[in-house]
């Protein structure tokens, strides 16, 4: 995934 | 989502949930550090920026908002609680938390994925959780007896993180680009922190003896 992309892990 | 990822969830939510009956039932928080429970709360209230803006999905919110509510009550009972106070070990609970904060603010500062607010604050979360558990490692060592919630709820709590490490690998695998060193790196000091615990833990467990860390 691109770098800043929303973070989907917890 | 995957199998690693789901089952490193679940084990931090048992840590928590381990920690939260401690304190709920039987009204004491011997043995833990105020200081990394601070640290946690701070951990989450700056990832979880984005809960009411970028929603990922029910799972990813209702999991937030445990480790949210959670983390909080569990400082609020330590600070306000006057049950729970009075198993509070402050004279050994003494590592001086901002020494953990402020290095970690810069670093964000340096190195990051992006220079937004959000991203800067997610990247200190990262940073700030991994160092989070030295308060509790240190109050640890100077408890002579660890309870078996304590050494459990710190167990858990490490063990998610080295599953996280497993998800990583198996992502970096499987999803093109899917490369993020800052938290790769920080979840390996945060496990590698833990090492010498689970080498007692395991070993207390094996021998079937009181879990006693070395001074």
């Known amino acids: ?10 | 989502m995957n199998a690693f990822r789901l089952a490193g969830d679940m084990t931090h939510l048992i840590s928590v949930l381990v920690l939260l009956l401690k304190i709920h039932t039987i009204k004491s928080c011997a043995g833990i550090s105020l200081k990394t429970q601070e640290l946690y709360a701070l951990v989450f209230a700056t990832r979880y920026l984005d809960i009411f803006t970028d929603f990922i999905s029910l799972y990813n919110t209702v999991m937030k908002l445990i480790f949210l509510g959670s983390s909080f009550s569990i400082v609020w009972y330590m600070r306000r609680h006057k049950l729970v106070q009075r198993s509070y070990d402050k004279d050994h609970d003494t590592f001086r938390h901002q020494l953990l904060v402020l290095p970690c603010l810069i670093l964000a500062l340096l190195i990051h994925e992006q220079f937004t607010f959000k991203e800067v604050m997610w990247t200190f979360s990262i940073y700030l959780e991994a160092v989070a558990i030295l308060p509790q490692l240190v109050l640890l060592q100077r408890t002579r007896n660890i309870d078996n919630l304590t050494g459990q709820y710190v167990f858990f709590l490490g063990a998610y993180r080295s599953l996280y490490i497993l998800n990583w690998i198996y992502r970096y695998f499987t999803e093109p680009h899917y490369v993020h060193w800052i938290t790769w790196i920080s979840g390996l000091v945060q496990t590698l922190l833990y090492a010498d615990f689970f080498y007692y833990y395991i070993s207390s467990w094996k021998n079937n003896v009181k879990l006693t860390l070395p001074a």
């Open chain 1, 1 to 10: 995934s691109e770098p800043g992309d929303s973070h989907d892990e917890l």
